[in-house]
């Protein structure tokens, strides 16, 4: 069991997801960087597969009330399992009774703000529709629908495989701790389906410009700020499916870009959409970066993406291939 | 000979060809050009059934006269599943999307309906009117979407059309029956809304532990039924 003595301010069960029933309205969600949360199970042991806690900010306190074998990737807040220090993308074994413990981010801070819990065995809430992540909108999956609170008290599940042996760590992936966010954050978009439909001078502002993550956004949106986005004329769109990384824009001529917990269908024109490697970038964010949008093609997008999973293949042969990960006995 | 198979599906009826575009790396919208009619709207059924089966794709989503499939990866497969859709789309079979008929009890007015006399000064209709009209309507599924099990139904009285409400309501109970503009629609869970509240139903509309989870499904064809009118 894992106890949250303090969640911090968004802390939720998370997995890769829920896909294949969008057509019934039901969004996919999943942990916003699915990199991170993959590599975290990865080095306990677990599949990519297993639910983990996607912690937002910080600030959180957990309790284990038996041994395992824990991994924090994403950003680094300073993290404790008692008085030792944990490093992001490091595996470390846990004993009963120890408290891991994240710092809150600083007042002025340029890091990111998602950090991902794997432990061995995965959290073993239900199964909902074939995935363990929270549905914060809808309330279901997840531990009881919604987001951890203090007192909550998480199962873990029996792990396949037990990694035994201290500590280990893996060079950090690209995906990890995103560091300095007082610089622009550069954001790979293909021109989406209504591209062609804006003004010339919106098409053009629309990579030239900065767009800066506004406070109103969540796992839903991100909405984003600068100059005003137009079409050259003004006809309604017949709903349509959407998915995370899709950029829509609203009458108010300021983007948003749909995450995870987004709603399956929309009905705003798509100026762009970006790149799958990319929207790890985006989970990360804090809120008021600046995204810098680059035009990219098809191609482009899949070597970016081919390149993460190779890097996460290499993670996994490397792990399969340690000494002290054995089988753990039936 | 494939050549002049393309050229045939091209030939035979241009207007039910789908416009292809890429939606980001690892999706393919397949869009039709107006207006949307049953027809059109039952191929769009019978193809995202089909290609739900499909190797390359993860999910088929009917919009509104338009079709969104999801790829299990990233643009690998997006010149196959292209050159698949365009390639049924003319000959799919629409025979067998009958759709299911679900009644749906509702019970008017009151505290579960209290938008009821909005709908009827905007209409000029009496509440008994209103609720009649209502509930002698067919509507059909067109899509799903927006919150899990909220079904876009096509096939409200014309005369019935009102305005969303200026100010949304911040909670809206689930199971209640609004109409927004020229549609009728069901809250599927509590949410936020601006529609106008008819009435509510004691249906689930969406239940995470059954199978299948949402009670309406594209296709589906809806009938309310007057439960009671409350006062």
Known sequence: ?330 | MEWERALGIWAEDEMTQPQLHYLGDSALLCSLSAPATLPQQQRIWSIAEQAANWPEVSEAVPGMNNLTLILRRPVVEMDTVSRRVLDIWAHIDTDHIAGREIDIPVVYGGADGPDLDVVARHTGLSSTEIIQRHSSGEYIVYFVGFMPGFAYMGGLDPALATPRRDEPRLSIPAGSIGIGGEQTGIYSLASPGGWQLLGRTSLSLFDPACTPPTLLRPGDRVRFTVERTAK
């Open chain 1, 1 to 330: 069991m894992m106890e949250i003595i303090q969640p911090g301010m968004l802390t939720s069960v998370q997995d890769l997801g829920r896909p294949g029933h969008r057509r019934l309205g039901i969004s996919p969600g999943g942990a916003l960087n699915s990199l991170a949360l993959s590599t975290a199970n990865l080095l306990v042991g677990n599949t990519v597969h297993a639910a983990g806690l996607e912690i937002t900010m910080g600030a959180c306190e957990i309790r284990f009330t038996t041994d395992t074998r824990l991994a924090l990737t994403g950003d680094d807040f300073d993290a404790h399992l008692d008085d030792k220090s944990i490093l992001p993308y490091w595996s470390t074994p846990v004993r009963a009774r120890q408290v891991l413990k994240l710092a809150p981010t600083g007042p002025h801070s340029v890091q990111g703000i998602r950090t991902y819990l794997a432990v061995a065995g995965g959290i073993a809430v239900a199964n909902i529709l074939g995935s363990r992540s929270t549905d914060l909108k809808a309330g279901f999956g997840g531990h009881e629908g919604r987001a951890l609170r203090k007192g909550d008290r998480l199962p873990i599940g029996t792990p396949d495989k037990m990694m035994a042996g201290p500590a280990f760590g893996v060079r950090l992936p690209q995906w990890g701790v995103t560091g300095d966010h007082s610089k622009p954050v550069p954001l790979r978009v293909l021109p989406g389906p209504e591209f062609e439909q804006f003004t010339v001078a919106s098409k053009n502002m629309l990579w030239q410009d900065k767009w800066r993550i506004t406070p109103n956004s969540n796992r839903m949106g991100y909405r984003l700020a600068g100059p005003g986005l137009e079409r050259q004329q003004h006809h309604d769109l017949l709903s349509h499916g959407v998915m995370p990384g899709v950029i829509q824009v609203p009458p108010s001529g300021q983007p948003i870009i749909l995450m995870g917990d987004a709603q399956t269908t929309g009905g705003y024109p798509r100026i762009g959409v970006v790149i799958q490697a990319d929207m790890w970038k985006l989970a990360q964010a804090p809120l008021n970066t600046q995204l810098q949008l680059q035009p990219c093609n098809l191609e482009q997008a899949l070597h970016a993406w081919e390149e993460q999973q190779t890097c996460l293949d290499d993670i996994r042969q490397a792990l399969a291939g340690l000494p002290h990960a054995r089988q753990y006995p039936k």
